[in-house]
């Protein structure tokens, strides 16, 4: 693995508590478990929201407080299925349900996406079942399920009602899919948040392309930098990989990036 030939190490299941300074420069960052690490450069791709919790405040006052506080889009309710493949010809890789076209995409519980990668590869699920995941597009709004505890009768009930967006739309391509579930698992903005470390379980900072830019790569602090879906360009996995490109370029500099590019025919 490149990383480790160049002496790299990947270092799994390990929160960071905070990011460490020396006056105005990041040296370095400490784990939960109290084992820190000294460093030359810092990048972290938390978002904006998490990156703020992991800065002391004398260092985040130098932020513009509007960056450290942009509003947040929604969040998700997600479905997890595994059911009986018998007999099931020509399903989709991927569908949209669209309940109402005018109402658009920001509409609460108005369109689920939905993915079955097991008609793609066959290995996705155990012979004869499929698996499925549905997802509502960045619209469950945190607000609703911030104060319910979801070990709570009343979390559990709301969380069927909400997620039966997926099942009314899943039996319009498979009409008897009831009798053919194994697994189902229900997800909300609270489980989002738990399962991806994000901010009320927001898709990301809800900056407006028509008013501007995500903040870029650079912060106040000079050997700080952040790349993921709270930098510049912004949400997205293409987006994301480029803000982790521009970090590295500001950090080994524009030749050498050049280079490692050619490396890679980039
Ligand atoms: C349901 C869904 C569908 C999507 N579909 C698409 C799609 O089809 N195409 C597309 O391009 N994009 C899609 N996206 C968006 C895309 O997945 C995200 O924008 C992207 O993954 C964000 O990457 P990131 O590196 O910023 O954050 P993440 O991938 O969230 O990485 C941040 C990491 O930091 C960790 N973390 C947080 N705090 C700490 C801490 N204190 N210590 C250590 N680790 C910490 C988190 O656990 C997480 O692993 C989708 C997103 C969702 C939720």
Known sequence: MD????????????????????????????????????????????????????????????????????????SFLHIHLGFDADGLENLPIHAIHVDEWEKGITAERNIAVFSIPSVLDKNMAPEGKHVLHGYTPANEPWEIWENLNPKGLEYRNLKEERCSIFLNAVRKFIPDIDERIDLKMLGTPTTH??????????????????????????????????????????????????????????????????????????
């Open 3 to 74: 990383l480790k030939k160049n002496g790299g190490k990947l270092i799994l299941s390990s929160r960071v508590k905070t990011i460490n300074f020396n006056k105005n420069l990041a040296t370095g960052i400490t784990l939960n478990n109290g084992s820190s690490y000294s460093c030359e450069s810092v990048v972290t791709n938390t978002d904006v929201w998490n990156l703020k919790k992991l800065i002391p405040n004398e260092i985040s006052k130098k932020w513009n407080t509007k960056a450290l506080n942009p509003n947040k889009c929604d």
């Open 193 to 266: 948040k738990k399962f991806t470390n994000t901010y009320c379980g927001s898709y990301g900072p809800a900056l407006s392309a028509a008013k501007g830019l995500f903040p870029g790569c650079k912060t106040p602090v000079k050997n700080l930098f952040t790349c993921g879906a709270s930098t510049f360009p912004g949400i997205g996995i293409p987006a994301v990989s480029a803000s982790g490109a521009y970090a590295a370029e500001k950090i080994i500099g524009k030749k050498e990036f050049k280079t490692l590019l050619k490396k890679i025919n980039l």
